[in-house]
């Protein structure tokens, strides 16, 4: 092949660019002084979220995570609506609160529904503490969620969840 004719087979000098030889360098063009750029990732900062946060996840053992859960909630448990969401929530024999949320196609785009869901367990999350343990909690919210503010819609979520403990009961206890 014709291109490969001029290019030399001898190993270049250490300290020659492989690719430019000197002699053909545009004089007028300056030479980079900046050192190479480091090899591998960039090195982790952590994040340390404020002191008396809590803390920042959401841990599967708080979700409601089967069919069958959910099942449960709407088929045995109490509901309260009100113009942001309905709640369904029933007692689940646990030391914990499990949350669940449904967002129908309704609601809009996925992405649209998974900021909902996000807003809706961050408000979960946020006031875990303020929600008494014991309880399987479905929410099921409708298309003013997504316009509603935070403070709102944490307004509002706090008034449907249960706000007592639930009544101990043998036939409570899930397995």
Request: proline letters at 13%; aromatic letters at 6%; glycine letters at 6%.
């Amino acid at each position: 092949m014709a291109f490969e004719t001029n290019l030399s087979a001898q190993p270049t000098a250490s300290g020659q660019d492989p690719r430019i030889p000197r002699a053909h360098a545009n004089p007028r063009r300056a030479h980079r002084l900046e050192t190479p750029a480091a090899e591998g990732p960039p090195p982790l900062v952590p994040v340390i979220p404020p002191s008396g946060t809590g803390p920042q996840t959401f841990p599967k053992d708080s979700r409601l995570l089967t069919r069958s859960d959910f099942r449960k909630v709407y088929d045995q448990g109490q509901r309260r609506s009100a113009s942001l969401c309905a709640v369904f929530f029933r007692p689940n024999g646990l030391a914990r609160t499990r949350l669940g949320i449904t967002t129908p196609a309704r609601l809009g785009k996925a992405v649209l529904r998974n900021r909902v869901k996000r807003r809706l367990r961050e408000v979960f999350r946020l006031n875990r503490a303020s929600i008494p343990a014991g309880w399987d909690i479905v929410l099921n919210p409708r298309e003013a969620v997504a316009k509603a503010p935070f403070a709102t819609l944490t307004r509002e979520l706090l008034r449907l969840f249960p706000s007592q403990p639930p009544p101990p009961s043998e036939g409570n206890r899930v397995s």
